[in-house]
């Protein structure tokens, strides 16, 4: 029975130990986070001046818990300096995706505005072909008007039409708005010409 109390109150004792030791290191390790001068790369000798003179430190008495304590901080030091290292490589990856992704779309954009201008341009040519259509109809008219002309004079004439009309495409392809008040001038011609007949 007294063998079995001694043992009870070393137990307790060592309780008791374990419990003071656990609290003094994690004010020891509180002091180690409240130094901004340790890092990732420090050491034990180059360091023990910044706190050698602290309550936290004295408090202890036992410098192997002190330099565990202290090894235990580094540790996690240098962990969070490598996940943050990781969170940086992820950005960094992340903004070359966002600009990769913002290139395609530019050019994207850029190949669907030129296909734009290619229907455009086939737009434009479809005018022209129904200009070139008027003015046979106009002169096919005219030639009635007229009392009717030679076939040769009607090739001609509107050999003399398609020769103007290539002479001036180059013109109007320059510019749309010359274009487009060249085709309102024709359909005006071509109304009063028909509103006459």
């Known amino acids: 029975m007294v063998f079995d109390e001694l043992l009870e109150r070393t137990r307790e004792k060592e309780e008791k130990e374990a419990k003071k030791r656990k609290r003094l290191a994690d004010d020891f390790l509180n002091l180690l986070h409240s130094i901004k001068e340790i890092t990732a790369s420090s050491e034990w000798e180059n360091c023990r001046e910044l706190f050698e003179d602290s309550r936290e430190f004295s408090s202890i008495g036992e410098e192997s818990l002190c330099r565990e304590v202290f090894g235990e901080y580094i540790t ?3 962990e969070q300096a490598k996940e943050k290292e990781r969170k940086r490589k992820e950005e960094k990856v992340k903004r070359e995706k966002e600009k990769e992704e913002k290139e395609r779309r530019k050019a994207k954009h850029r190949r669907e505005k030129d296909r734009g201008h290619g229907r455009e341009k086939e737009h434009v040519k479809e005018e022209e072909a129904d200009m070139d259509d008027a003015d046979i109809t106009e002169s096919q008219v005219f ?6 002309e030679s076939n040769k004079k009607q090739k001609k004439r509107h050999q003399n039409n398609v020769d103007d009309e290539n002479e001036t495409e180059k013109d109007r392809s320059k510019t749309s ?3 487009s008040s060249d085709h309102k001038r024709l359909k005006r011609v071509c109304r009063t010409f028909f509103s006459h007949a």
Request: net charge positive; aromatic share 0%.
């Open 143 to 148: 030639d009635k008007r007229s009392g009717g």
């Open 177 to 179: 708005h010359r274009h």
């Open 76 to 78: 996690q030091l240098k």
